[in-house]
């Protein structure tokens, strides 16, 4: 019977909603007081369980399996006080 692989975790999941939302690590650490340290060990993680090779293409597969909701769809889940804080332009590797 073969291993299950590991699922991400709900920090996980809800830095990638940011991500995929597009805030940068800093503004991530920010609203969710970690350290820009514990998002980017969280992204690299969640990058080698989807076997994702950028950060685009981490949010791309994590739609793709359901994960996340595709940003901007209705009813998508918002964290924090809804600010555009980050914006939609920032993207940080």
Known sequence: MPEEEP???EEEMQ???L???GWTDKHIA???RLSRTTVHRRLHRAG???G???RINLVLRAVEAGIIRSPGAAGSKE???GSTEGGAGAMEE
């Open 7 to 9: 699922a991400l975790t």
């Open 15 to 17: 830095i990638l909603r």
């Open 52 to 54: 994702a090779t950028s």
């Open 19 to 21: 991500v995929a939302e």
């Open 48 to 50: 080698k369980l989807l």
């Open 79 to 81: 964290v924090g006080d």
């Open 30 to 32: 920010r609203e969710l």
